[in-house]
């Protein structure tokens, strides 16, 4: 049981008036203490309004703050349940919200296929850089398609490998693409910049779980009748360069290019 002023409202652990708050000189018995009651809290408040200007204040504490004037009166002030409630997630979602939310989503989208490689970013140094202005021919040499060539070098590498008793290579397409820029670059006779090699080690270490080795051969296009002819000329200088059982591992990229002095350079990366 504690007590509150009959004035003021304000609680007390005795009976011993005046009131410290307004100076009343009479308590009353509160059944409920007043700063925990459930009706202050809830749908009803206790504010001291100002008689002239209709000012609230939370404590009877005259003058008014805003005029000055000495009356306050107790009033009783309804508060709406709707004022009492805690905003949900779904009322925070505005138009703008919404707005930032799906742009914040797209840049992280597009940065995650930027680190997968799915797709390439301009700035971000993800696959393997071009080369421009290379001389010769990257796609045939007279009438002999490369892409007919370089299957047909496989077959017959695999097939000497073979009989070496090696496993055999699979193409793969990241080492394509680094084979097709270092055999440009050899023809163009151009060094590897320390970005692009940076761009190149990057694309290896996703693509090999080893240290990857390099062949290279050229033969002259005069006497290439054929896909095949060329891919057997092929072998045979790469297999006198490098043999079939020192290039370890099992996948390959190749690159084939032809010259402006009627020469074929080869490239492969196995790893």
């Known amino acids: ?34 700063a925990n009651s459930e009706e202050t809290l809830g749908s009803e408040a206790t504010v001291w309004v100002c008689t002239a200007c209709g000012r609230e204040h939370t404590k009877h504490n005259p003058p008014c703050s805003r005029c000055g004037n000495a009356d306050l009166e107790l009033q ?32 992280a989208g597009i940065f995650a296929l930027g680190v997968t490689g799915i797709v390439d970013i301009p700035g971000f140094g993800g696959g393997v850089p071009e080369v421009s202005d290379v001389p010769g021919d990257a796609a ?12 047909a070098y496989l077959t ?79 072998v045979t200088a790469t297999v006198q360069n490098r043999g079939t059982d020192t290039m370890e591992g099992a996948r390959t990229g190749l690159d084939l290019h032809a010259t402006p002095d009627g020469r074929v350079y080869l490239l492969q990366v196995v790893c």
């Open 76 to 107: 009783r002030q309804e508060v709406s349940d709707d004022e009492l409630e805690v905003p949900g997630y779904f009322d925070l979602l505005t138009p703008r919200y919404i707005l930032g939310l799906v742009v914040v989503l797209a840049v």
């Open 156 to 234: 017959r590498l695999n097939d000497a490998r073979e009989s070496a008793s090696v496993s055999p290579l699979s193409r793969d397409g990241d080492l394509d693409a680094v084979a097709a820029f270092l055999n440009q670059k050899r023809v163009k006779e151009e060094g590897v910049s320390r970005e692009e090699n940076d761009q190149i080690r990057g694309v290896l270490e996703g693509a090999c779980e080893r240290s990857p080795e390099v062949a290279i051969a050229n033969v002259g296009t005069g006497s290439v009748t054929s896909a095949a002819s060329l891919g057997d000329a092929l």
């Open 140 to 151: 045939a040499a007279g009438n002999v398609s490369f892409d007919d060539a370089e299957r």
């Open 1 to 34: 049981m504690e007590w509150r002023c009959e004035w003021c409202g304000k609680p007390h652990e005795e009976d011993d008036p005046p009131c410290d708050n307004c100076g009343h000189g009479s308590f009353e018995r509160a059944v409920v203490p007043v």
